[in-house]
């Protein structure tokens, strides 16, 4: 199968967006093998996601990044559709109310992390403002002292601020796994006309979609620096291509599984006291069956 190696970011090696492939072209893939394989990493992921829920030491984080129509609500469905969703938390960013923007940018997101034994889902998260704040340049939109909005390393102290806390996240039993999904700019525009001209899909579009397309070449470079200033061996990123759905699921249910096996949850053990607790108890549940006879 396919290796992640070359979609994976750790601050080792820098990313160039140009480089990498958005799409299974070329690759001379088994598309039945891949759908195939996925169904088998989602089985895998419910099984270790049921014990990480139940020795609730760490917490998995999914950060999920993309362009519009790239796929992020797709991807959710048919990859993490196989978890008990009482262990799995999904929370959608979008754009900040009156009450976020009178506090600092990450406290959305403390607000929803999960307790640990849990798996969260961020879509679209705190980089959004290092993403479309720094496109639009709209941070004086918070309620800041000019000596902070007028600081010419506002989004520099932002990428230091993110590291920080990512970094305050694992050493407090979280695993953080960001993933952008690298959809191509003429995939994007298939999809869009598809969301136009098929009614079932209309509620998908909004004119929005098209005004940020305009500022595409804006967003790579600010998803390149994204990855480039955030990426650390203990929150990497994985920025997969996005242009086959059948491709991109199996990629990310490799980068979950993978860290799921790393994290390696267990059953808990009871103690000696405990295990004859149960005895005792099996031992009055056969006897309920005897005493009917």
Same mark, same amino acid.
């Given at each position: 199968?396919?290796?992640?190696?070359?979609?994976?970011?750790?601050?080792?090696?820098?990313?160039?967006?140009?480089?990498?492939?958005?799409?299974?072209?070329?690759?001379?893939?088994?598309?039945?093998?891949?759908?195939?394989?996925?169904?088998?990493?989602?089985?895998?992921?419910?099984?270790?996601?049921?014990?990480?829920?139940?020795?609730?030491?760490?917490?998995?984080?999914?950060?999920?990044?993309?362009?519009?129509?790239?796929?992020?609500?797709?991807?959710?469905?048919?990859?993490?559709?196989?978890?008990?969703?009482?262990?799995?938390?999904?929370?959608?960013?979008?754009?900040?109310?009156?009450?976020?923007?009178?506090?600092?940018?990450?406290?959305?997101?403390?607000?929803?992390?999960?307790?640990?034994?849990?798996?969260?889902?961020?879509?679209?998260?705190?980089?959004?403002?290092?993403?479309?704040?720094?496109?639009?340049?709209?941070?004086?939109?918070?309620?800041?002292?000019?000596?902070?909005?007028?600081?010419?390393?506002?989004?520099?102290?932002?990428?230091?601020?993110?590291?920080?806390?990512?970094?305050?996240?694992?050493?407090?039993?979280?695993?953080?796994?960001?993933?952008?999904?690298?959809?191509?700019?003429?995939?994007?525009?298939?999809?869009?006309?598809?969301?136009?001209?098929?009614?079932?899909?209309?509620?998908?579009?909004?004119?929005?979609?098209?005004?940020?397309?305009?500022?595409?070449?804006?967003?790579?470079?600010?998803?390149?620096?994204?990855?480039?200033?955030?990426?650390?061996?203990?929150? =990497?990123? +994985?920025?997969?291509?996005?242009?086959? !759905?059948?491709?991109?699921?199996? #990629?990310?249910? @490799?980068?979950? /599984?993978?860290?799921?096996?790393?994290?390696? =949850?267990? +059953?808990?053990?009871?103690?000696?006291? !405990?295990?004859?607790?149960?005895? #005792?108890?099996? @031992?009055?549940? /056969?006897?309920?069956?005897?005493?009917?006879?």
């Amino acid at each position: 199968m396919v290796s992640l190696e070359k979609f994976y970011f750790d601050g080792d090696k820098k990313l160039a967006l140009d480089t990498l492939p958005t799409s299974a072209k070329g690759l001379g893939l088994d598309k039945d093998k891949i759908r195939d394989k996925t169904e088998e990493n989602r089985k895998e992921i419910a099984a270790l996601q049921d014990k990480l829920y139940a020795e609730s030491k760490e917490s998995l984080i999914l950060i999920l990044q993309a362009m519009d129509a790239a796929g992020k609500d797709s991807t959710i469905k048919h990859v993490m559709g196989c978890v008990d969703p009482q262990g799995l938390d999904v929370h959608s960013m979008k754009e900040p109310t009156s009450e976020e923007l009178a506090h600092d940018f990450l406290w959305r997101t403390v607000i929803h992390l999960p307790p640990r034994g849990k798996m969260a889902i961020f879509n679209r998260s705190y980089y959004e403002d290092v993403l479309i704040v720094k496109v639009h340049q709209l941070q004086k939109a918070y309620q800041m002292a000019d000596r902070c909005l007028d600081d010419k390393e506002f989004f520099e102290k932002r990428y230091r601020q993110i590291r920080h806390f990512e970094e305050y996240l694992y050493e407090n039993s979280y695993r953080v796994v960001k993933i952008f999904l690298n959809v191509s700019k003429e995939e994007q525009k298939k999809r869009f006309l598809e969301r136009i001209d098929i009614p079932a899909k209309n509620w998908k579009f909004s004119d929005s979609d098209v005004r940020e397309r305009a500022y595409w070449d804006d967003y790579m470079d600010a998803y390149q620096k994204a990855v480039n200033e955030t990426a650390t061996s203990h929150s =990497p990123w +994985y920025v997969l291509p996005a242009d086959n !759905k059948w491709y991109t699921r199996y #990629l990310v249910s @490799e980068a979950i /599984l993978d860290t799921l096996k790393e994290i390696d =949850p267990h +059953y808990p053990k009871l103690p000696e006291g !405990k295990q004859g607790e149960l005895k #005792l108890c099996r @031992e009055k549940l /056969l006897a309920e069956e005897e005493r009917k006879r």
